[in-house]
């Protein structure tokens, strides 16, 4: 089972940008469709993007559709997620996990993922 580890997160002013990072520190993510989830305090997980490991397609939830970018680059073990524009309601812990290998997806659901990883931190704030 694959080990995830996320990274890039912090405390900005809104209209900002940053770059998560979610890498394997065990095994490959090459075969893994992987999701990016968010928790706000007091809130429900949602899920914010997904990329696909068999075609690559890509999904965005309405709250980050045009602002937030995911990507992979397989040869770094490693999926990103570009968030642009950032506004105080993007404020979570935000997570990536991994989904059965070679599983189709669409829009992320907590249920489709399997492993996951510690979190990190976004803020924010003015």
């Known amino acids: 089972q694959v080990q995830l580890v996320e990274s890039g997160g912090g405390l900005v002013q809104p209209g900002s940008s940053l770059r998560l990072s979610c890498e394997a520190s065990?095994?490959?993510?090459?075969?893994?469709?992987i999701g990016w989830f968010r928790q706000a305090p007091g809130k429900e997980r949602e899920g914010v993007s997904a990329?696909?490991?068999?075609?690559?397609?890509?999904y965005y939830t309405e709250p980050v559709k045009g602002r937030f970018t995911i990507s992979r680059d397989n040869a770094k073990n490693t999926v990103y997620l570009q968030m642009n524009n950032l506004k105080p309601e993007d404020t979570a812990v935000y997570y990536c996990a991994a989904a059965a290998p070679r599983a189709r997806i669409g829009l992320p659901r907590g249920k489709d993922y399997k492993s996951w990883g510690q979190g990190t931190q976004v803020t924010v704030s003015s």
């Open positions: 990329i696909s490991s068999i075609d690559g397609g890509t």
């Open positions: 065990e095994g490959s993510l090459d075969p893994y469709p």
